[in-house]
């Protein structure tokens, strides 16, 4: 059989049939909770009642079809202390004899508003901060752009939203890995800072996914400084970590680095420090050239 292909897991992005198989009854986002019983998260997997193999979802793995690297690991770790929730693959299940030991399944410039504690606890203050790429850290994966917005979403709670806006066609010359036939999947977060209690209570993680042309747009208007809206495309969450005691930011920004693979302005956000990427866009534009200079013997 074909494997499914981007535009056929956009599709089944709502698709229970699966779940309603197995009889498991998730949240109005599509989100399973690992806390219950019957969930065993795996380093790629999840067991489930001890009878089946289920996946998270598609769009949580590298590339969006390779093996998952560290979001389940980080999750499993959340999962002690948190309420953790995951989007499943409609898609893919096995039993679960077929789950090997080694879990392996399956034969910089920017503007804005910095992060900091000050600005946490602003209750008045809404900021969108932009993080551009002057280089490559994957040949196959380029975030050209990365949005940050911040705004008080209710009394005492302020939120930060992530927006990653990739070019259709990476500066090595590949077709990005979130365009599809019909659709293009972009990545998204978001985090919700507790004042009162002076902690983050809530990450998540998901895509929203446009029409080609319309993110063709998007994209452009990003490109132009001229900004979008932030309710744009649709917005499937892929998981959830909430804790009304708090969550560590240590570990809020390793389930995001995790998710914004390849993305250097996660870190650089977070931190206040640009992010060294290891080739810049001139020396990837002159090796496609074949302009590279000769090394001196």
Request: charged share 25%.
């Amino acid at each position: 059989m074909q494997n499914p292909s981007l535009d056929d897991h956009v599709e089944s992005l709502s698709d229970r049939a699966l779940l309603d198989e197995l009889g498991i009854v998730p949240d109005d986002n599509m989100l399973v909770d690992l806390n219950d019983e019957p969930f065993a998260l795996k380093h790629h997997g999840i067991i489930f009642d001890n009878k089946f193999a289920i996946y998270p979802h598609q769009f949580l793995r590298r590339y969006y079809t390779e093996h998952f690297v560290d979001i389940p690991d980080i999750l499993k770790h959340a999962n002690k202390t948190c309420k953790v929730s995951v989007r499943v693959d409609p898609l893919r299940r096995t039993v679960t004899r077929n789950y090997v030991i080694d879990g392996r399944f399956e034969a910089d410039a920017w503007y804005g508003p910095r992060f900091s504690s000050e600005l946490m606890q602003d209750r008045y203050k809404n900021g969108r901060t932009l993080h551009k790429s002057y280089g490559i850290v994957d040949g196959h994966y380029f975030a050209e752009f990365t949005v940050f917005r911040t705004m008080m979403m209710d009394s005492g709670l302020r939120e930060i939203s992530i927006e990653e806006y990739c070019p259709l066609e990476t500066p090595t010359g590949l077709i990005s890995p979130g365009w599809g036939s019909k659709y293009f999947i972009q990545k998204f977060g978001h985090i919700v800072y507790d004042q009162s209690k002076d902690k983050f209570t809530h990450v998540d993680a998901a895509v929203r996914v446009f029409n080609v042309d319309d993110y063709s747009v998007y994209f452009d208007a990003i490109q132009s400084s001229r900004g979008n809206p932030d309710h744009i495309g649709v917005r499937h969450k892929m998981f959830l970590v909430e804790n009304d005691d708090g969550i560590e930011l240590d570990l809020i920004q390793a389930l995001l680095t995790a998710w914004f693979r390849y993305n250097p302005h996660i870190q650089e956000y977070f931190s206040g420090t640009k992010a060294e990427n290891e080739i810049p866009l001139e020396v990837v534009k002159a090796a496609r050239e074949g302009k590279l200079p000769k090394a001196n013997n």
